[in-house]
């Protein structure tokens, strides 16, 4: 499945902590505070623990939104938008 | 004679290769890796120090006694709890870092399994249920059978794993091809 992760954490350590987590369970980062990738159910229940234990629950935000293929197709990327193929991950390695 | 833990033979249920990977050819899978592992391992020792005279006498618990390494020939382990009830006797109780969803899963039945093999010998006394409590479910308790025939499945696979370590065995894979799908020995297995 697709996930879509957007947060706004006051704490410096805790939002790094969360970008963190998400870059390395698999995201691509497409904004400042928001990532996209593929993941199985596994994963996103772990990143949603590692998350849930850093954040303020008064004052943090954090939206884990589901997403399938043909979802993500039918959204309007403009101007400087990700490659919806790689957040996919239909494309396997970059060559640069 | 080896002697085994509970994970080590739910392991040989999953697929006896596992066994053959880990235990012969000594491939460690790396298991601290995974993050909800670490998790379930706080909790439990915070569960060690947190309501330690409470008795659930819903189910009819009379005594239990806590975190108890157990051991007979062939078989070892630490039970969570082992409870002595109101009919005289004796159940496992296991804490699992999981949410309840609709069904007990079989490696969860085969750890019970095992604890009650483990307690019949230690305690002696019978063991025909078991219990397992999903923290991440509000606690949701759950009682599970524990029959004659499940008791001696465990000594069969003891046995059969056994052999695979002494006789340098390479066993059959599981005919459940699923479960290659996320093997930590999936790059190294032969179909």
Not at chain 1, 42 to 52: P, V
Not at chain 2, 27 to 32: G, L, R, Y
Not at chain 2, 88 to 100: R, S, T
Not at chain 2, 119 to 146: P, T
Request: a positive charge; proline letters at 2%; glycine letters at 4%.
């Amino acid at each position: 499945m697709i996930i879509w992760v957007l947060y706004d954490i006051k704490n410096d350590g805790a939002r790094n902590f969360v970008s963190k987590a998400c870059l390395k369970s698999g995201l691509y980062r497409v904004q400042y505070s928001c990532f996209l990738g593929t993941m199985n159910a596994n994963e996103k229940d772990t990143l949603e623990l590692q998350i849930e234990k850093v954040i303020n629950e008064d004052t943090d935000k954090v939206y884990i939104f589901r997403m399938n293929k043909e979802q993500l197709k039918e959204c309007s990327m403009l101007g400087q938008a990700f490659d919806d193929k790689l957040v996919t991950d239909e494309i396997k390695s970059l060559f640069f | 004679m080896l002697s085994f833990y509970p994970s080590q033979i739910i392991e040989y249920l999953y697929c006896p290769r596992y066994t053959y990977f880990e235990y012969v050819l000594r491939i460690p899978q790396q298991e601290d890796k995974f993050y909800k592992v670490q998790r379930g391992r706080e909790i439990h020792n915070k569960k060690l120090e947190q309501n330690k005279a409470y008795l659930r006498k819903k189910i009819g618990v009379k005594n239990k006694c806590l975190d108890q390494y157990l051991g007979i020939e062939g078989l070892r382990g630490k039970v969570d709890e082992v409870l002595e009830l109101n009919d005289g006797n004796f159940a496992p109780l296991d804490y699992k870092f999981a949410h309840w969803k609709d069904k007990v899963y079989e490696t969860y039945k085969q750890q019970l399994f095992c604890y009650a093999v483990l307690i019949e010998k230690n305690f002696k006394s019978k063991v025909n249920k078991g219990f397992l409590v999903y923290i991440r479910s509000q606690h949701k308790l759950i009682e599970v059978e524990v029959s004659k025939k499940d008791k001696q499945k465990i000594q069969d696979s003891m046995k059969a794993m056994t052999d695979i370590i002494s006789k340098n065995k390479f066993p059959r894979a599981t005919s459940y091809k699923k479960r290659c799908l996320n093997c930590t020995y999936r790059n190294i297995c032969i179909k």
